[in-house]
C-alpha cells in the first residue's frame, strides 16, 4: 500500500520527461524566432517535471508517518454517517421522479438532519429541510422558470 502511493508521482515524472522530449522534437518555425514555438511547451514540461519530482519526494518523507487523519476517520460514528448518507442519497435518487422534487428533497435533508442532529433538534431540522426545499424549489421554479419533476 505504501509503495503503491510512490506509483502517481513516478509517472507524472516519466509523462513530464516524455512531453519535454517530444516539444523539444517540434518543427522549428519559418518565420520570426525559429525556437518560439518551442518556449512555452518545453517550459511546462520542464514545470511538470519540478512538481512531479517534489511531490515524489513528499509521498517518499509521508511513506514512514502515520496517517492519523485515516484513522480518525474510522472512529466514533463517522462510518455510520457516510454509509447513512450514501444510502439516503440512493434513495432520494429513486424516489426523485415519482414523487416530485420538493417532497424527496424536504423528506431527504430531514433524513440527513435527523441522522447528524439527533431528534433533540426537531424544530430546527424541520425548518431547516421544509424551508430550503421549499426556496430552492421557488427560486428554481418561479423565479427562474426551471421545470422541476
Known sequence: MKVIKLGMPIFLIL???SFLIASINLPKANLGNPNGPLYFPIGLSILMLIFSVVYLFQE???LNEHNESI????????????????????????I???IGFLFSTVLFL???LFTVN????VVV??????GF?????????VLLGVSLP
Open 15 to 17: 509523462l513530464s520527461c
Open 60 to 62: 517518499w518523507r509521508k
Open 71 to 94: 484513522k480518525l476517520l474510522l472512529e466514533g460514528r463517522t462510518p455510520k454517517l457516510i454509509g447513512l448518507t450514501v444510502l439516503y442519497g440512493a434513495i432520494y435518487a429513486f
Open 96 to 98: 426523485f421522479e415519482p
Open 110 to 112: 430531514g433524513a440527513l
Open 118 to 121: 439527533g431528534r433533540k433538534k
Open 125 to 130: 431540522n424541520l425548518a431547516v429541510a421544509v
Open 133 to 141: 426545499s421549499f426556496l430552492s424549489w421557488y427560486a428554481f421554479s
